[in-house]
């Protein structure tokens, strides 16, 4: 993913296929994240929110559901 827009429907998504992997007792997949950034400025006026949150948004919700990630 480049980026995930909107978020909800994204984490939704990544949170239903890591059910439902965990529930057949398959692995689950490796989360790799390049970007972190929180903010980019581009050529907008006003910095726009970049890919970090997501990813820490993510983990949160994974350690938060017991993944086991």
């Known amino acids: ?3 995930v827009s909107p978020y909800e429907t994204a984490l939704e998504v990544i949170h239903n296929v ?3 992997k965990k529930a057949k007792g398959q692995p689950l997949p490796p989360y ?3 970007q972190n950034d ?3 400025a581009g ?3 006003r910095p726009r ?3 970090g949150p997501f990813n820490y ?3 949160d919700h994974c ?3 017991c993944f086991d990630l």
């Open 38 to 40: 929180i903010i980019w």
């Open 18 to 20: 890591l059910r439902e």
């Open 57 to 59: 948004i993510l983990k």
């Open 63 to 65: 350690e938060r559901h």
């Open 32 to 34: 790799f994240a390049a």
């Open 1 to 3: 993913m480049n980026d």
């Open 43 to 45: 050529g907008y006026k």
């Open 49 to 51: 929110m970049a890919f």
